[in-house]
């Protein structure tokens, strides 16, 4: 089994001094939003007394990740669902009941378990939407191994701020830091194939998945079913045949005056050569080629590749090729040294299993707020 790489030795010195990574956003949330989530605060306490600041070499932040671009998708309005969920009509009665709304307060991201952190300038959106008075500080990017016990980020600012984000903020990253670790040990493991994942996304979460494949060093698959035409078992059943399907979309594509990828999938060694004779004999759009299902599991655990390696070679570049169906962290090594350009997962988004992390806030802060209270 390829294993998830060993987290490296935790920083010291100057490389391990804060970088700032606030984003700035064109409007916070509505002002009705605003008022239900966080109640009118008093002036605040005077904020504590911080390190100074390291050098603009010393503290450069890797190049971020972006999202991938939909025509439709926003994230603000994602955050905000998430956030309405939590404050429902009275928004966080547990804070109002037990912290002056003039407290500040310092809390510490900790990664309680070894993976790919992700999700940081997502949580930085969240944070902005909530208060955008909150400063955030983060000592990792996005798409860096993190280990147990790892202090990786901090936020200071209003305390019921930090906790009505908290919670919001910690499922966005836990499940994004769990899908770019599994990306990351699959595409180390089926280089020099590509890992793509799959439609299999939390509904409404689609771009926030798709982002964190990214993060862990995957490729997207098509977004939805606007951005690629793929021709499946169903529309080649109705169709009447591959040929038929393949062709019908030329001339769908033509009509539309489209260019945009497409993708047709395969099941047998036959429908290979079927798509192969159509693709000889007629101009096409058609980009890609599907290989599904043609990993056979054994009895011992292990797959039969054989099938794969002799249709990749039967295409021989003339098409990119993905294979799909049987793929694992066990099997995506043997996958990826049959040649084939992709291979797709949809485990990475289906199957998440959220990496362990936690926002704490200072101890002895909170002590010392209680007392004044």
């Keep these: 089994m390829p294993a998830i790489p060993t987290a490296p030795a935790p920083a010291t010195g100057s490389s391990l001094h804060a970088r700032r990574l606030r984003l700035q956003f064109s409007s916070p949330l509505p002002r009705s939003n605003q008022q239900r989530l966080l109640p009118t605060r008093l002036p605040r306490l ?47 009665v547990s804070c109002l009941a037990t912290i002056p709304s003039d407290v500040e307060a310092e809390a510490t991201f900790i990664a309680k378990a070894d993976g790919v952190i992700a999700g940081i300038s997502l949580a930085d959106m969240i944070f902005n939407q909530v208060d955008p008075s909150l400063k955030v500080e983060w000592f990792e990017s996005d798409g860096n191994y993190v280990h147990k016990g790892l202090q ?13 984000a908290e919670r919001v903020v910690l499922n966005f990253m836990q499940r994004m830091s769990g899908i770019a670790t599994l ?3 699959m595409s180390d493991a089926a280089r020099p194939a590509c890992i793509l994942e799959t439609r299999k996304t939390a509904p409404g979460l689609r771009l926030v998945d798709k982002w964190a494949v990214l993060i862990g060093g995957g490729k997207n698959h098509r977004l939805g079913l606007f951005d690629m035409v793929m021709i499946k078992d169903n529309h080649i059943s109705v ?63 292990d797959v039969d ?3 794969l ?35 797709s997962s949809g485990a990475l988004t289906h199957s998440v299993k959220a990496l362990d992390i936690s926002l704490k806030i200072d101890t002895e802060l909170a002590l010392q707020v209680g007392r004044r209270w």
């Design 305 to 307: 590749v054989s099938m």
């Design 152 to 164: 990786f980020g901090k936020v200071y600012g209003c305390a019921r701020s930090i906790i009505i």
């Design 46 to 92: 005077p904020a504590r007394a911080r390190a100074a600041p390291m050098s603009a070499e010393a503290r450069a932040p890797a190049p971020p990740v972006a999202p991938p671009a939909h025509p439709t998708y926003d994230l603000r309005a994602v955050i905000a669902l998430a956030l309405s969920e939590d404050a429902g009509d009275r928004g966080d």
């Design 239 to 301: 169709a009447g045949g591959i040929a038929n399907a393949v062709r019908s979309v030329d001339q769908f594509l033509e009509k539309e005056k489209l260019t945009i990828p497409v993708e047709v999938e395969t099941r047998t060694f036959e429908e290979v050569k079927d798509v192969l004779k159509y693709a000889a004999e007629n101009r096409t759009s058609l980009t890609h080629i599907m290989l599904d299902n043609m990993v056979v599991p054994l009895p011992n655990g």
């Design 183 to 185: 990306t990351k040990a």
């Design 309 to 343: 390696k002799d249709a990749v070679q039967l295409i021989n570049g003339r098409f990119e090729t993905e294979a799909s169906g049987n793929v694992t962290i066990d099997t995506v090594k043997k996958i990826g040294e049959t040649g084939v350009t992709y291979i």
